[in-house]
């Protein structure tokens, strides 16, 4: 009898060996696998949440996330649409354990550029903060080029017509630390 004991508490260690290894398996895999992910595919898995980022200049911005591309984030703030880049964010809080990963690199949005660029078509009316939380310029983008777009200056609550242009700014991507919608303009990204 006494043996039967002896083989049932070596049989019942083995299976605790046994599911213990198991366990440290699958929690390599899942170490494996959160390493593999980018900031942006958990914010792709917040979608429709509401988060708060905090920003180079050190504000807070809290939003609704609408929007997550390769390289930015939009979504809708108390004060209206805002989209800003990757570059721009120092931290984020909120619902972030999940994560979308896209199957294939078109599949994660377009890009910076292409978002300037469709702000420009749709004569959105904008404020450009820079990276310290400045507000670099006010208006409408004219132009986007590679790593730069133009915006016509001129006040957020009218519309971009020449007598209303003060001026050209050229604004290079990486000093931009958030574009706004104005009052009357972006209600959704």
């Known amino acids: 009898m006494r043996w039967n ?11 605790f060996g046994q599911w213990e290894a198991v366990e440290q398996d699958a929690a390599e895999m ?4 959160w390493a593999e992910l ?7 898995g917040a979608l429709g949440q509401q988060i708060r980022v905090v920003l180079l200049d050190g504000r ?6 609408r929007s997550v591309g390769p390289t930015w984030v939009g979504g809708i703030a108390e004060s209206g649409a805002v989209l800003f880049s990757r570059d721009a964010i120092l931290g984020v809080e909120g619902p972030l354990q999940r994560a979308t990963v896209p199957s294939r690199p078109l599949q994660a949005g377009p890009s910076l550029a292409s978002i300037y660029r469709a702000l420009g078509r749709r004569r959105e009316v904008l404020q450009v903060l820079g990276r310290h939380g400045e507000i670099v310029a006010e208006g409408t983008i004219d132009r986007v080029g590679k790593d730069h777009f133009d915006v016509a200056m001129h006040a957020r609550d009218e519309f971009r017509r020449a007598t209303s242009v003060r001026g050209m700014r050229v604004i290079p991507f990486e000093a931009v630390l958030l574009v706004r919608a104005s009052p009357m303009g972006l ?3």
């Open 38 to 44: 980018s900031l942006m595919d958990r914010l792709r």
């Open 5 to 15: 004991d002896l083989f049932a508490d070596l049989e019942a260690q083995l299976e």
């Open 60 to 65: 807070v911005q809290s939003l609704v996330l």
């Open 30 to 33: 899942t170490r494996g696998m």
């Open 187 to 189: 209600n959704e990204l």
